[in-house]
């Protein structure tokens, strides 16, 4: 008896057994932003801002002064960051820096992926102001995980940059090609705590845990394109018409200086949905 209370007393202990079933003392609330490396970021700013309605709340600067980042905000959680480096841009035309979540208690989350097995870097804080950790998915993607200080550059500009003009007001999803699905819908679920809610058309999506966020996997051999498939190759806005959305981009399209918007669609989920291609080639959907 005394030996088998051992042996019960070490597997409690073991990293395996507490990581599954340990409860989780923080929250992963939503897909904060999507980061791309951009070629003219003069043109992208003008395609973000007066196109698609976004504005800049500030921007970050290298200590020389020359630029570092753009970003066009969507709403108080949520922002689009630009980097203007053309040199990180792939020939196939994968410009993704990251994708990022935000999380209550970065500390927690850290000692959680730690007894999970993940490899991941103490929190620092970033240049903004916030507390920022990074991980790669099975595939390489990139993620930033952030949480919200209070002398963060987000948070120190609430109520501020939110105009009229904005085609959407919230960020959904962003599509992530992998190559083994099993594994890269293992990693989002078990390991991130993503729950997994369904499959649509050739994409399978999983839901932020503590939000209504969610990307999707897409096998890259299922993709027309799959050789030298980009990493995200389109992410989601959602608009409460799609046909006024449509509208209003084709009328800003005038000009010519921007994109006539795709015809509508309707999706295999039934939702409408037009489409805009920025100028590095990444499709923004605009999805009720």
């Not at 820096?97 to 490899?119: C, E, F, M, Q, T």
């Not at 500009?157 to 992530?176: C, D, Y």
Request: net charge neutral; hydrophobic share 40%.
């Amino acid at each position: 008896m005394v030996r088998l209370i051992f042996f019960l007393a070490v597997l409690s202990c073991s990293p395996l057994l507490r990581a599954e079933g340990a409860a989780r003392n923080f929250r992963i609330t939503t897909l904060y932003h999507v980061g791309y490396w951009v070629r003219d970021i003069g043109k992208v700013r003008d395609f973000y801002g007066k196109y698609l309605g976004f504005e800049e709340p500030y921007v970050l600067n290298y200590p020389d002064g020359k630029l570092q980042l753009a970003i066009m905000k969507v709403n108080e959680r949520q922002v689009i960051y630009l980097f203007p480096d053309a040199s990180k841009i792939k020939p196939n035309g994968e410009n993704l820096d990251h994708l990022g979540l935000l999380v209550d208690n970065i500390a927690a989350l850290h000692d959680d992926l730690i007894v999970r097995g993940v490899k991941v870097g103490d929190p620092k804080r970033g240049r903004i102001g916030d507390l920022l950790m990074g991980v790669r998915d099975p595939d390489g993607h990139p993620f930033e995980l952030t949480q919200l200080e209070p002398e963060g550059q987000l948070l120190q500009h609430q109520g501020k940059n939110l105009l009229a003009t904005r085609i959407s007001s919230h960020l959904r999803s962003a599509t992530l090609v992998v190559a083994d699905l099993p594994a890269a819908v293992s990693y989002y679920r078990d390991i991130l705590g993503f729950k997994e809610i369904g499959t649509v058309g050739d994409a399978t999506r999983l839901q932020v845990p503590d939000g209504t966020d969610f990307v999707e996997l897409v096998l890259a051999d299922r993709k027309p394109d799959a050789a030298g498939a980009r990493s995200v190759p389109q992410y989601t806005l959602v608009v409460p018409d799609a046909a006024k959305a449509f509208a209003t981009l084709a009328a800003r399209s005038q000009s010519g200086e921007f994109p006539v918007p795709a015809p509508m669609s309707i999706t295999r989920d039934g939702k409408r949905q037009t489409s805009v291609v920025d100028p590095d080639g990444t499709r923004v959907i605009l999805s009720e």
